[in-house]
T-cell receptor, first 116, second 113 residues
């Protein structure tokens, strides 16, 4: 079974600085999908960014980018120019590409605090 | 925008009660999911459904059942609520497709006393 590990329960960063959240996963598959989700205090989970394992290029969405290291099974999220609205729980998630196996496996989350 | 609506934001029930958590999505998504969220444990999958009347057990199905009679609605049922089922419950849906993301509801915080 696949597992997703987020080793940082809590992180903090100064406003306007850059922070990196780590995520590692364990799988024997070669093709899969990785996601970062954000859960602000409102509780609404929002997709931040996604990465297809077959793509070598790291995904980027505005201030959010990932460092995808397939061999190391690592998928870290970098937030540049941190803003107060970035304060949230961040969850890393894995999904196989096998049709019919639709479930996402989530990590335990990292709580990010932004210091004004 | 996709909307996933959970019928209750907060719910308080007594031990032994039968509890229904309702979830409705408005985008004709094939797949629907129920997750449970607990501090330090992340999100754990209880059940999911990839079509009407179809269901699959997730990682922690014990003590729960589900119903999907219509495509837009996916219900989670606690047959006899227990205090260890006090948690945040999140419903999600997605269109069938390889990299399509989950769309989540706002969650139901259930307390069983």
């Amino acid at each position: 079974a696949q597992t997703v590990t987020q080793s940082q329960p809590e992180m903090s960063v100064q406003e306007a600085e850059t922070v990196t959240l780590s995520c590692t996963y364990d799988t024997s598959e070669s093709d899969y999908y990785l996601f970062w989700y954000k859960q602000p205090p409102s509780r609404q989970m929002i997709l931040v960014i996604r990465q297809e394992a077959y793509k070598q290029q790291n995904a980027t969405e505005n201030r959010f980018s990932v460092n995808f290291q397939k061999a190391a099974k690592s998928f870290s999220l970098k937030i540049s120019d941190s803003q107060l609205g970035d304060a949230a729980m961040y969850f890393c998630a894995y999904r196989t590409s096998n049709f019919g196996n639709e479930k996402l496996t989530f990590g335990t989350g990292t709580r990010l605090t932004i210091i004004p | 925008d996709v909307k996933v609506t959970q019928s209750s934001r907060y719910l308080v029930k007594r031990t032994g009660e039968k509890v229904f958590l309702e979830c409705v999505q408005d985008m004709d998504h094939e797949n629907m999911f129920w997750y449970r969220q607990d501090p330090g444990l992340g999100l754990r999958l209880i059940y999911f459904s990839y079509d009407v009347k179809m269901k699959e057990k997730g990682d922690i199905p014990e003590g729960y059942s589900v119903s999907r009679e219509k495509k837009e609605r996916f219900s989670l049922i606690l047959e006899s609520a227990s205090t260890n089922q006090t948690s945040m419950y999140l419903c999600a849906s997605r269109v069938q497709g390889e990299s399509s993301p989950l769309h989540f509801g706002n969650g139901t915080r259930l307390t069983v006393t």
